[in-house]
């Protein structure tokens, strides 16, 4: 099976503490804020490419949120039913929202309003540009608005460094270099082949290297 571990490593659990924020410094500071109910804005939006980290943000919010005792719910193309009772409500890809979902995001985002909640929501595009209702695409730009930027290479390469160092083993910089050319380019594809990388070197009872990620990529036939 040692062929299929690059196929099903999982991805590491995404928390506020673990993503990377690069350009997004302020992003990751509001969206802390919000979680711990310090944000003095109660609506924000994130926006950005597939594979920028939404997901990551989103549900690292509701975790921190929910470590900090407040009730999260949570959704990913729809809207959570138990919105009802939750302080912090977070919907992921709005742009999935079918024609019902849609209202049951205006009606939650008004009751937020009324009742002190916050919602943290996020899609592909800017509020203006998405497929929704225009009262909802209204609500949505109401808030703080967040383009996520992506990750330059040296950075992803130093977040690679920064893992391996947490999982306790070193990491030489041609790895991540030979990653970022020979595997997918998203951050939590990196990570995955990160983490698969290291239990094959256990397994293996060989040195983290070049030659040894190559023999793992070409017994995944890659």
Same mark, same amino acid.
């Given at each position: 099976?040692? #062929? ?156 690679? #460094? ?52 190559? #023999?793992?990529? #070409?017994?995944?036939?890659?």
């Amino acid at each position: 099976m040692k #062929q299929l571990l690059l196929h099903f490593s999982p991805d590491p659990v995404p928390s506020l503490e673990n993503f990377v924020p690069g350009r997004n410094a302020e992003l990751l500071h509001s969206v802390r804020e919000l979680a711990n109910g310090l944000c003095g804005e109660r609506f924000v939006y994130l926006w950005g490419d597939g594979g920028s980290g939404k997901s990551h943000l989103l549900r690292g919010a509701a975790a921190a949120a929910w470590s900090a005792g407040m009730e999260v719910c949570f959704g990913s193309g729809e809207v959570p039913e138990e919105s009802e009772s939750c302080g912090l409500a977070v919907v992921d890809d709005v742009h999935l929202l079918d024609g019902g979902a849609q209202i049951a995001l205006f009606n939650l985002y008004n009751r937020l309003r009324d009742e002190g909640g916050r919602l943290l929501a996020s899609g592909p595009c800017a509020p203006a540009q998405l497929p929704l209702r225009p009262d909802v695409v209204t609500r949505l730009g109401w808030g703080l608005i967040y383009q996520l930027h992506g990750l330059a290479d040296e950075e992803k390469s130093q977040a690679l #460094q920064a893992h391996a160092a947490a999982r306790g083993f070193r990491l030489p910089p041609e790895v991540p270099d030979y990653l970022l050319r020979h595997w997918r380019r998203d951050l939590p594809s990196l990570l995955a082949a990160l983490e698969a990388l290291d239990r094959y070197s256990l397994e293996n009872k060989r040195a983290v290297t070049v030659p040894l990620l190559r #023999q793992l990529m #070409q017994e995944g036939e890659l």
